[in-house]
């Protein structure tokens, strides 16, 4: 062999290894690098610690199912892949962690449909009012076409799409008395979480929904800044509002998911057994996830009776009809995919 071509060889091998090291890499921090080679028996899965972050506190049903989803991780990867949670915004606001997922410093994010319904318009078809009696109808969509669809159109925000999971429905609790009827909220002020479909709906009852973040909401209830708030119950009961409003309506009037990505580097840096791991890891984990959201809908109502709320159901629920024809109608003619989700939500 000539030398040349015994160089030009050597350098092809060199380009192998150097593209095969690379591909191994990325998707989570590598855990022990100089050694990674030796610590894993099979190529194709490598030791990762991944980073998750969201917004509710350690006690929400949102953190539970990341931890069960950092159990199975360890289970299905032979202990070689895990995962580090950041709760209570510790990254910072939800746009924040978006720029982290498109750069790669975060890799899962539990979102709020609320903040991604701002930037993904098929998203707010969950927000459409009345749809769900209960907690269970609203989860039985998870596996939907349309909500597939939905998850499947945020590549086009470089983010991948896992899964929906569920906080409780949204109820209503007020400083003063009961929601009887729609007309009990003309100008009340009213905190809503920011989103397209909930200020419409909000704004068509007649109240003045304000947007506010999570952190502000006891002390603006405590001191009168606002009348009321819209909210689940596994909030209402981890966040303890009821300590300065104390009357609850029980309204389901909306259904209330996470949207669950992973950042598209972070994926893309994964092998293909790598991405199956992360994918049915999720899914038992949101499986699981779902169950205990259902569970914790009638303990937290039990625990807000026996800590002395005063709570109520909406008597006349048909008062709210036709301004709920009006949501649905403007936001069905806005996307094909909403319609068809509320298609397949009546079935
Ligand atoms: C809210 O802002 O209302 C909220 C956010 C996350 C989980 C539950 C409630």
């Given amino acids: 062999m000539s030398l040349s071509l015994f160089r030009r060889g050597l350098f092809a091998s060199l380009m ?16 022990a690098t100089e050694d990674s080679s030796e610590s894993t028996d099979s190529a194709e899965v490598s030791e990762k610690v991944f980073k998750i972050s969201h917004v509710t506190q350690e006690s929400h049903v ?35 962690m978006i720029q982290q997922l498109e750069t790669g410093s975060l890799d899962f994010g539990f979102l709020t449909n ?19 009696n209960n907690l269970e109808e609203a989860t039985e969509m998870r ?25 409780g429905n949204r109820h209503i609790l007020l400083n003063d008395g009961h929601v009887q009827s729609m007309d009990d909220l003309k100008g009340m002020k009213v905190r809503i979480i ?18 506010m973040p999570l952190p502000e909401v006891y002390t603006s209830l405590q001191t009168g800044v606002i009348d009321g708030i819209d909210i689940d119950l596994d909030a209402l009961a981890t966040e303890k509002y009821y300590e300065s ?46 169950e205990e959201a259902i569970k914790r809908e009638e303990e937290n109502l039990n625990e807000l009776k026996e800590l002395g709320v005063n709570i109520a159901e909406l008597e006349d629920v048909s008062s709210f ?21 509320l298609e397949e939500a009546k079935k």
Avoid at 114 to 132: D, G, K
């Fill in 194 to 211: 920011g989103s397209p479909a909930i200020q419409t709906f909000w704004e068509k009852t007649g109240a003045g929904p304000t947007a």
């Fill in 62 to 96: 949102w953190h539970k199912t990341a931890e069960k989803f950092g159990e199975e991780l360890e289970k299905l990867s032979d202990g070689k892949m895990s995962v580090e949670i950041y709760p209570a915004s510790q990254l910072g606001l939800e746009q924040d």
């Fill in 114 to 132: 609320a903040y991604m319904s701002t930037r993904q318009e098929s998203l707010n078809a969950w927000f459409m009012p009345f749809t769900f």
């Fill in 321 to 341: 009809d036709a301004v709920t024809k009006e949501v649905v109608e403007e936001y069905s003619s806005k996307s094909d995919l909403i319609k068809r989700f």
């Fill in 245 to 290: 409003a104390e009357n609850l309506t029980l309204t389901n009037h909306m259904t209330f998911p996470t949207v669950i990505v992973m950042g598209q580097p972070s994926y893309d840096a994964l092998s293909p057994e790598e991405q199956e791991i992360v994918k049915e890891a999720m899914d038992n984990a949101v499986e699981w996830g779902v």
């Fill in 16 to 31: 192998l290894i150097v593209v095969l090291a690379l591909g191994a890499c990325g998707g989570g921090e590598d855990k």
């Fill in 143 to 167: 596996t939907s076409e349309a909500a597939k669809e939905m998850l499947e159109e945020l590549s086009s925000q470089g983010l991948v799409g896992l899964d929906f999971m569920f906080a």
